[in-house]
């Protein structure tokens, strides 16, 4: 279960992933240096319009604060563990498709995830 500020979804997301980080360069080993933040993609199936209006209703009382925590599985493990990250960022909620009224794969990106 997701939840954000302590508070469980009211429209829970239908998948969540785990995005790559960025590749910032390499060190003298010529190993890959990446970022040093994570980001996380929520992911909806098709939505109503109004579910939709009600998550982008849910990003403005987020996005108000600047900064929130939130409850995701751990990174690079085997099995779901929820962990709270704190200080986290929400971009504005986006869609792709518009299709008989409703809103289609929306998504929602947290970013400045540390571990």
């Not at 009211?10 to 060190?27: A, E, F, I, K, Q």
């Not at 992911?43 to 109503?48: A, F, Q, V, Y």
């Not at 579910?51 to 990003?59: F, K, R, T």
């Amino acid at each position: 279960m997701y939840e954000i500020n302590g508070t469980a979804l009211r429209l829970p997301p239908m998948r969540g992933r785990w995005v790559p980080r960025n590749v910032v360069g390499t060190d003298g080993n010529n190993k890959k240096v990446y970022d040093p933040t994570y980001s996380y993609q929520l992911e909806w199936g098709p939505m109503s319009m109004h579910q939709y209006q009600q998550l982008c209703e849910e990003w403005e009382k987020i996005s108000v604060t600047g900064t929130a925590s939130i409850i995701l599985p751990q990174v690079c493990q085997g099995v779901w563990t929820g962990t709270t990250y704190t200080n986290v960022v929400f971009d504005e909620p986006e869609t792709g498709y518009y299709w008989e009224q409703h809103a289609l794969r929306p998504k929602l990106l947290v970013r400045n995830i540390r571990r």
